[in-house]
């Protein structure tokens, strides 16, 4: 079995790890809240320690699933970070979703160590994360790779290898521009024919027969209709990937007009309270604007 760790035990990270424990790998944690780490202890049998430095100290590989690109800097680079405690010629795999230069320039700062490194964005949200079924987006040697392969199956379905450094990132955020874009259309489409006076489900039931057919709609409107926001991914952390999504645009020359629309109607919903909660709350702004509210 492995010598891992594990940095990052929030709504991803905390199921991610719990699976590769449940594997029987040795799992030193660490996370920004001490009392994850202790809790994933006790339930799973990994090891709490008090830095990612400690954490790299006992791994021969260390993943890691932050909320941004200033955090992952902080836990790899930073004080008592990974860099201080890894040996030569250890893996760090970054499941976050962060800027692909930044992560590049990490990648060149751990390598100049002698420490291989894997931007590996996931996408699956918390359910994903909870039953073993991401999809990562993996950047980065070939060779390391196929080496942690089988650890990531732990964890995920879908392997994609999208090429060299920062490739990963590239396509989970064009994934994602996609998809926030997706919602956006649907929360407007469906606010306008709430309004007009069509049954919200006779309405769904129409768009899942048609060419507008899309499984984010499907799994994401009954919530809607039950007015259940729980997080399964939270509106401030897609606001921060279409950030990412137009910083990305901006260094390739790549025009995105519609997603720089939707990140303001992103950031309305976090203005009006919402940041915390799951992407499709989204909707609430449009309804207010509207004065409707779309109910099952």
């Known amino acids: 079995m492995a010598k891992l760790g594990f940095l990052g035990l929030g709504l991803m990270g905390y199921p991610m790890a719990r699976n590769l424990l449940r594997a029987g790998h040795t799992v030193a944690l660490w996370s920004n809240t001490a009392s994850k780490a202790t809790q994933l202890a006790s339930e799973a049998g990994g090891v709490a320690c ?6 790299a100290r006992q791994s021969d590989i260390v993943f890691l699933c ?3 690109t200033a955090m992952a800097e902080t836990v790899i680079r930073g004080e008592n970070g990974i860099l201080g405690g890894a040996r030569t010629g250890a893996v760090v795999v970054d ?5 692909p230069s930044a992560s590049c320039g990490i990648g060149e700062k751990l390598a100049a160590a002698g420490i291989e490194f894997l931007g590996a964005p996931v996408t699956g949200s918390t359910p994903g994360a909870i039953n073993a079924t991401l999809t990562f987006m993996v950047g980065g040697d070939e060779k390391v790779f196929e080496s942690v392969k089988p650890l990531l199956e732990v964890m995920g379905k879908k392997l994609y290898y999208c090429g ?6 590239h396509a989970k955020l064009s994934q994602n521009l996609v998809l926030s874009n997706i919602l956006q259309a649907f929360n407007e489409g469906i606010v306008l024919s709430t309004k007009a006076g069509v049954e919200p489900k006779l309405m769904l039931d129409i768009l899942s027969n048609s060419a507008a057919k899309c499984g984010l709609i499907e799994y994401k409107a009954p919530f809607v209709f039950r007015r259940d926001f729980t997080t ?3 509106v ?8 990412l999504m137009l910083d990305s645009g901006e260094e390739l020359s790549v ?3 519609l997603t720089a629309l939707t990140r303001q109607m992103f950031q309305a919903a976090i203005s009006k309270g919402h940041g915390e909660e799951d992407i499709c709350s989204t909707i609430n702004v449009l309804e207010e604007y509207a004065g409707i509210q779309v109910k099952g």
Do not use: E, Q, R, Y
């Not at 499941?95 to 800027?99: D, G």
């Open 50 to 55: 008090n830095t990612p430095a400690d954490v």
């Open 66 to 68: 932050v909320g941004d």
């Open 95 to 99: 499941a976050s979703t962060i800027s």
């Open 164 to 169: 060299g450094p920062g490739m990963g990132l």
């Open 232 to 234: 399964n991914f939270s």
């Open 236 to 243: 401030k952390w897609m606001h921060k990937d279409i950030g």
């Open 255 to 257: 025009p995105l007009p």
